[in-house]
């Protein structure tokens, strides 16, 4: 199956979501509230995917792929993913591809990976480090092409071939049951030359 088919089976326009918040709420009332949401009909379950909360009196920032493979057996066929994960500074990209392409092997065609830039909410907090934006941009387009690379095919045993361009040796070769293209958080204007440059009609900026 073509990336493309998998994405308009997974996300697609005219497609209503529920967000899971993490920083208001613990991972087993996630996985409660999110059976819920799919049960009343909602098609997709969008979960923030934060270190800290966003303010002390919330109190929680639990783990977002312990609640999503927790909840996958509870949301019959709702689809659900991260709304949104960095793929650098606190995650390395090449442990993002591995675990949603697990996910996708518990529940095929039912996950999704948003993919942002990253929060000094949680990338500073968790690592330190909080380059400029340029930087993180191209951090963050470098990311989208490891985790692509390391979800779009299975090679032969034993074989370790590389994501062309990365800074480090990625392995490829997790086998997602339906590979899927990230989505990415945009909440600014950038020009259409970076999104031909990770190739994905899914990076669109917002308006307003």
């Known amino acids: ?57 919330e109190g929680h920032s639990g783990a977002a792929w312990v609640t999503m493979a927790a909840l996958g057996v509870r949301i019959g066929k709702a689809t659900m993913g991260t709304f949104v994960t960095c793929p650098t500074l606190r995650y390395s990209p ?18 999704f990976l948003g993919v942002g830039s990253g929060e000094a909410l949680n990338e500073q907090a968790a690592t330190g480090l909080w380059p400029g934006w340029d930087e993180r941009w191209e951090r963050l387009i470098e990311a989208i092409g490891i985790i692509r690379t390391g979800t779009s095919s299975c090679p032969a045993a034993g074989a ?22 990230p989505r990415c958080a945009r909440g600014w204007t950038r020009p259409c030359a ?15």
Not at 7 to 18: F, V
Not at 166 to 174: D, I, K, Q, S, V
């Open 160 to 181: 370790r071939p590389t994501a062309p361009g990365a800074r480090r040796n990625a392995p490829t070769g997790f086998c997602p049951a339906t590979p899927s293209p």
């Open 194 to 208: 970076t999104r031909r440059r990770i190739s994905t009609r899914r990076c669109r900026p917002r308006r307003g």
């Open 94 to 111: 090449a442990v993002v591809a591995e675990v949603f392409a697990s996910l996708s092997l518990l529940y095929p065609g039912r996950i």
């Open 1 to 57: 199956m073509d990336n493309a088919t998998t994405t308009s089976r997974t996300l697609r326009d005219g497609m209503i979501g529920y967000m899971l918040a993490h920083e208001q709420f613990t991972v087993p009332q996630l996985t409660d509230i999110g059976a819920a949401a799919a049960k009343a009909g909602f098609d997709f379950l969008a979960a923030s995917d934060h270190f800290q909360p966003w303010q002390a009196n």
